[in-house]
C-alpha cells in the first residue's frame, strides 16, 4: 500500500525544497497590461479543454492587475507535450501555466522515458475538480460490464501517449486482469476517442474522466448510448453506486497497492502548474487568484451551465500529496511499472 509513515517534517522539508526562491528575483505579482497563457494538452472538446475555458474566462479578474487570460491548446503524446513544456520551457514568470492529464504526475515515478520534470519541483496552483476515471464503451457493441471486459469477444479501446490514463488503464486490464482488449493509439484526446467510438472504429475507452464525461457527452449517457463497465478509481463515486471499482476486482494486496500507486494522481483531477522557480510572490499571487476564482460566484454559476462539476483543490494540498505519492516502496512500485507495459 501507499506508504503512510511520511511525517509532517519530512512534508514540510519536501514542500520548502519545492518552493521558489526569491534570492535575486526581479519579478513582481503585478501583471497589469500582460497576457497569461492556459496550455491545455489536448485538443478541443474534452473535459480538460472545457475546465481550462471557463477558469480563462474568470482567472484574469482574481489576479493582481487583472491580465488578459487566453486558453491555447497544444496536444501531443497525450498532453506529456504541455507537461515538458511548462518544466522545461515555460518562463519562471507566471504567465505561462498548463493543465494536462493528471496520470502523468506519476509517469516519472515509473520511469517513463519521456517524463522530463521532477513532479515535487513544478509550481501546483490547484485543481478545479478531483477524478474519478471510468472505462466507457459503445452500447450496441454488446460490451458493457466487467465480465464482458473479461471476455473473449473482441474489444478494441482507443488511446493517446503511453503516459496518460487512457492508455495506462487499458493496459492494466491486459496485464493485470488478462483482458484480450486491443489498444488503438494515435488519438488526440477524450473527445476524438468518442467521434471514433460513435463511428464504430473502436469499442471504448479507459481512462475517461466521470466529470468531464458528464459535462461533454451527456446527451449520450441520457440515450444509453454509453455504458460504463467499471470505474478506475479506489472508491466508487457516489453518483455511480451500481458500478464496480477496479481495485475490488484485483487478486492479491500486491495489486491493490500498485492500484493505488497507478490511480493515485487521480485526487488532482485537472491539476494547473506553473514553471519551477517561479518567484513566490507569482506563487502566491496565482494559488490566491485561483482559490478566489473557485469560490467566484459568477465562476460557478457559469460551471453549472456549463455542467461543469466543481470540487476543489488547493495547490498546497497538492504539493503534499504528490511528496506522499514519492514515498512510495519500490516494490510496489516495480509491480505498477510491470502491469502498464
Given at each position: 500500500m501507499l506508504a503512510k509513515s511520511i511525517t509532517k517534517t519530512a512534508l514540510t522539508l519536501l514542500g520548502l525544497l519545492a518552493a521558489p526562491s526569491l534570492a535575486g528575483v526581479a519579478y513582481s505579482a503585478d501583471f497589469s497590461g500582460k497576457t497569461m497563457e492556459i496550455l491545455i494538452g489536448f485538443a478541443p472538446g474534452g473535459g480538460h479543454d472545457a475546465h481550462a475555458r471557463a477558469l480563462a474566462s474568470f482567472y484574469g479578474k482574481n489576479l493582481p492587475g487583472n491580465p488578459i487570460v487566453v486558453a491555447r491548446n497544444m496536444p501531443g503524446a497525450g498532453s506529456l507535450l504541455v507537461l515538458n513544456h511548462i518544466a522545461s520551457v515555460a518562463p519562471a514568470n507566471g504567465l505561462a501555466i498548463g493543465t494536462f492529464d493528471p496520470q502523468l504526475l506519476i509517469a516519472p515515478l515509473l520511469g517513463h522515458q519521456n517524463a522530463r520534470y521532477d513532479v515535487n519541483k513544478l509550481i501546483w496552483i490547484g485543481s478545479i475538480v478531483d477524478g474519478t476515471n471510468v472505462c466507457i464503451t459503445w452500447t450496441q457493441s454488446g460490451i458493457t460490464t466487467w465480465e464482458d471486459l473479461m471476455s473473449d469477444k473482441r474489444i478494441n479501446?482507443?488511446?493517446?501517449?503511453?503516459?496518460?490514463?487512457?492508455?495506462?488503464?487499458?493496459?492494466?486490464?491486459?496485464?493485470?486482469?488478462?483482458?484480450?482488449?486491443?489498444?488503438?493509439?494515435?488519438?488526440?484526446?477524450?473527445?476524438?476517442?468518442?467521434?471514433?467510438?460513435?463511428?464504430?472504429?473502436?469499442?471504448?475507452?479507459?481512462?475517461?474522466?466521470?466529470?468531464?464525461?458528464?459535462?461533454?457527452?451527456?446527451?449520450?449517457?441520457?440515450?444509453?448510448?454509453?455504458?460504463?463497465?467499471?470505474?478506475?478509481?479506489?472508491?466508487?463515486?457516489?453518483?455511480?453506486?451500481?458500478?464496480?471499482?477496479?481495485?475490488?476486482?484485483?487478486?492479491?494486496?500486491?495489486?491493490?497497492?500498485?492500484?493505488?500507486?497507478?490511480?493515485?494522481?487521480?485526487?488532482?483531477?485537472?491539476?494547473?502548474?506553473?514553471?519551477?522557480?517561479?518567484?513566490?510572490?507569482?506563487?502566491?499571487?496565482?494559488?490566491?487568484?485561483?482559490?478566489?476564482?473557485?469560490?467566484?460566484?459568477?465562476?460557478?454559476?457559469?460551471?453549472?451551465?456549463?455542467?461543469?462539476?466543481?470540487?476543489?483543490?488547493?495547490?498546497?494540498?497538492m504539493q503534499r500529496l504528490l511528496a506522499d505519492l514519492y514515498q512510495t516502496p519500490a516494490a510496489v512500485v516495480e509491480r505498477a511499472r510491470a502491469v502498464i507495459k
Open positions: 479501446f482507443g488511446s493517446t501517449g503511453p503516459a496518460a490514463a487512457l492508455y495506462q488503464h487499458t493496459a492494466i486490464l491486459r496485464n493485470m486482469f488478462g483482458s484480450k482488449v486491443r489498444m488503438v493509439s494515435g488519438y488526440t484526446g477524450t473527445a476524438d476517442v468518442r467521434l471514433a467510438m460513435e463511428r464504430s472504429e473502436i469499442t471504448g475507452n479507459c481512462g475517461d474522466n466521470w466529470t468531464s464525461l458528464k459535462g461533454t457527452a451527456a446527451d449520450l449517457i441520457a440515450e444509453g448510448k454509453i455504458s460504463i463497465p467499471v470505474q478506475f478509481a479506489t472508491r466508487k463515486h457516489p453518483e455511480l453506486p451500481d458500478v464496480p471499482v477496479v481495485i475490488d476486482q484485483a487478486g492479491s494486496e500486491t495489486d491493490k497497492a500498485a492500484l493505488r500507486v497507478l490511480l493515485g494522481g487521480q485526487a488532482t483531477g485537472r491539476p494547473y502548474a506553473a514553471a519551477p522557480n517561479t518567484p513566490a510572490d507569482i506563487v502566491g499571487a496565482l494559488r490566491e487568484g485561483f482559490d478566489k476564482t473557485m469560490a467566484d460566484p459568477e465562476f460557478q454559476q457559469f460551471a453549472t451551465k456549463m455542467r461543469l462539476d466543481l470540487n476543489p483543490v488547493k495547490g498546497s494540498e
